[in-house]
């Protein structure tokens, strides 16, 4: 079963991303949200997605492969639904069979705090907290990239 983590309207992702985003939210908001704080010293792949996306569709099987590639211990995938209707959200992680956390951001706010417009969008943050890869869309031809960040920084001390 999927864990859905509901976002207050003026949430961030807190944790490792915070580190980001220092100064824009306080430890209260950030604990409302999904707290990255528990991947410290571990590739944290972060996928904004949409039900309604096609491309979206195809990403899930990657990231499901992710997670059996790499030991948990080196990466988290952690993919974000923006829907309105979290039935929408709730059908497609059906549909794809995805046992990855999903964070429900109805609202945007994680989407419009991180600049989000195209779906999918991965953020790729590498052991200390950093944002070192942003992947725009999802496009298969394009897998062997994707891969090459995340082992990249797997292997970066």
Sequence with gaps: MTAWVPVSRRAVLGGVAGAALAGICTPAEAAATLDLAHYHGKVVYVDFWASWCGPCKL?????????????ASDLAVVTINVDRQRSAADTFI???????????DAAGDLAQTWKVADMPTSLVFDRKGTMRFRHQGFFPGKVREYDGHIAQLVHES
């Design 59 to 71: 990403s899930f099987p990657f990231m499901e492969q992710l997670t059996t590639r790499y030991p």
């Design 94 to 104: 059906r549909q794809v069979h995805s046992s990855l956390p999903v964070i429900y």
